[in-house]
Structures are given as C-alpha cells and as structure tokens.
C-alpha cells in the first residue's frame, strides 16, 4: 500500500469531515488524528527516500486509537464519515503500518 492511497483516503476524510454537522470535540478529534497520520507518512516517506529498505517506524499507537474512537463516536450518526474511517483502518492495517 502507498502512502499516496492512504494520503488520498486522508483527503477524501477531510472532505467528509466538512460536510458534516459535528461537534467541535469530535471535528477537532478526527482532524488531529489526521493530522498525526499525515505526519507519521511524511517521516515514512522521508526514511524510505533517505533509505530505501528501511520500512519506517510502526504507526503511532495514538492515531489509531484515535481513528478506532472515530468510528465508535461517528458509527451511529455519521455512517458514511465512519465509513470513511473504517475504510483508513482497514488500508493501515493491510499496509503493516
């Protein structure tokens, strides 16, 4: 999995995340995990161009949790925002990160 998918699913994320009436404490949750994912892939990305085997370091324990309380708090009234997220986790973990 390229970070240029997950970076794509980050964006479309973003997208939602504006389309939809949310609190502020869950808006500002899910932006900065976000946040902390985009990063994560920068510095993955920098690891991997300055060394191209390296694999980087494993995905910061935060924003998973972070987008796991994502889904949990949008699951029921924002399905397709916790769609979205679900759909990041998945590619997250099917990338090893």
Do not use: C, W
Not at 16 to 29: A, I, N, V
């Amino acid at each position: 999995m390229t970070s240029q998918r997950l970076r794509q699913i980050v964006d479309e994320l973003h997208t939602e995340l504006e389309q939809h009436s949310l609190d502020e404490e869950g808006r500002s949750m899910l932006r900065d995990t976000l946040k902390d994912l985009v990063v994560h892939l920068d510095a993955r990305d920098a690891s991997a161009a300055a060394e191209p085997s390296a694999e980087g370091e494993p995905m910061v324990p935060n924003a998973i949790d972070g987008l796991d309380e994502a889904y949990a708090r949008f699951r029921d009234e924002h399905p397709a925002l916790a769609t979205g997220v679900q759909r990041l986790i998945d590619l997250l973990n099917q990338s090893g990160i």
